[in-house]
């Protein structure tokens, strides 16, 4: 994944064949990127090429969608303005999209209480009743009972960490709690520290929708843990206002779950594996003191 790049020569000369008058724009390599790698093309914008199988589709759902949703949000958004087709020199689609100023949140984490607003002002914006037409997402947004079965084997990456025991309750309780009934919302879907950025300790951006669905706000709700400061999530929850307890008891559960996930990849990119980073292992243990920390 991480380890496949291409050349700013295959940029630019895909620039000037479909975009000509952006070609002569300044274009800078951006570190990071999962699914897509990223350059930043002039300062306001950014080019954005799929180097995984599943990215083209992800890459479809943010041209499709997010352009729908981006004036309502508060906060910046990698908002395509002009879509890449595939050619001879490119067979995938691509995308040119705003770029979103600020580092990310697992380099340069939010540190202030009020960021807790910020967040709340915004999942209150996206989580709108969603249309029939939006996309459906196979591990976001559904009930946790369809998580389970490879949930198990997750938690073997703390299994010696003095949380695992504490961790394996709020699963539970995530599990038991009552399913989510009312109309699917607008989801990001994929809010961790990677996916943020910051600008001096304060939430400045959410980019990377290629993961965006409809389904249980818990999903996205996770991050009062996953992104806020200790101490933060009571007032994340008191500013968003439309959790109930079985909304938050699932959301805790989510936070677990993507703090597991944080560690493996983490883990992977400290024993240098591919597709590692190792910048998400102390984030994923921060999620999770933070989570354990609210009961």
């Known amino acids: 994944m991480g380890e496949f790049t291409f050349e700013q020569d295959l940029v630019r000369a895909l620039l000037r064949e ?8 300044e274009l800078r390599d951006v570190d990071g990127g999962w ?12 080019v954005r090429l799929p180097r995984t199988e599943r990215a083209p589709a992800l890459l479809h759902t943010e041209q ?6 981006a004036e309502r949000l ?16 490119f067979e995938h689609t691509w995308t040119i999209a705003r770029w979103v100023e600020g580092e990310p949140a697992d380099h340069a984490p939010v540190t202030r209480i009020d960021a807790a607003d910020v967040l709340a002002e915004f999942l209150g914006a996206l989580h709108h009743e969603a249309p029939a037409g939006a996309p459906a997402n196979p591990a976001r947004g559904i009930p946790l009972a369809g998580l389970q079965e490879g949930v198990d084997g997750s938690f073997g990456v703390i299994a010696d960490h003095a949380s695992a025991d504490s961790a394996g ?8 709690a009552p399913v989510w009934h009312g109309a699917a919302r607008w989801l990001h879907g994929d809010l961790h520290p990677a996916n943020v950025v910051v600008r001096d300790g304060m939430l400045a951006g959410v980019i990377d929708f290629g993961e965006m669905c409809a389904g249980d706000p818990a999903t996205d709700l996770s991050a009062a843990w996953i992104l806020l400061p200790a101490g933060a999530a009571g007032r994340f929850f008191d500013a ?6 079985a909304t938050i008891t699932r959301a805790r559960g989510w936070a677990v779950l993507r703090a597991l996930g944080m560690i493996a990849i ?27 920390a609210a009961d």
């Open 64 to 69: 499709t969608w997010l352009p729908v949703l």
């Open 18 to 25: 479909q975009h000509p008058d952006l070609a002569d724009l």
């Open 240 to 245: 968003y206002g439309q959790a109930d307890e």
């Open 266 to 292: 983490g883990q992977n990119g400290r024993l240098g594996r591919p597709g590692g980073k190792p910048t998400w292992e102390p984030a994923g243990y921060a999620t999770l003191e933070r989570v354990l």
């Open 169 to 176: 309750e709020v699963w539970v309780k995530a599990l038991a």
């Open 35 to 46: 699914d897509n790698q990223q350059w930043r093309l002039g300062e306001e914008l950014a």
């Open 74 to 89: 508060p906060l910046p958004t990698p908002t395509p303005v002009r879509i890449g087709k595939p050619s001879c020199l």
